[in-house]
């Protein structure tokens, strides 16, 4: 099985990169940091905002954001119960469409506990 957590990461990295090295716009630059800032302690803990964000990004089927989130959890110390947790509840919001992404999602977190 290949490593999806270091293809992802190493993507992810690639072109995140070249998306800011562009310094022509400051927009993408703005909601970049917008989206890191978003996730810093505050009121919720980070561990709250990431489930939060998780949720989110499997309501609106967005497979890279749900890896994102779901690396975030697991490095934040999310037990896989919690990250399941939350995966139910954006399943039954989502509806039956966000199944495919749960596979995903399932997929992922193995990989995630696999490497350690």
Known sequence: MSDIVKEFN???????DKILADGNNKIIKRIFNLDTNAYTEGALDVKTKELLGLVASAVLRCDDCIKYH???SYKQGLTKEEVNEALGIATLVGGTIVIPHLRRAYEFWEALESQG
């Not at 190493?10 to 995140?16: A, G, I, L, S």
Request: hydrophobic content about 20%.
């Open 70 to 72: 779901l690396e975030t």
């Open 10 to 16: 190493d993507y992810r990295t690639k072109m995140n």
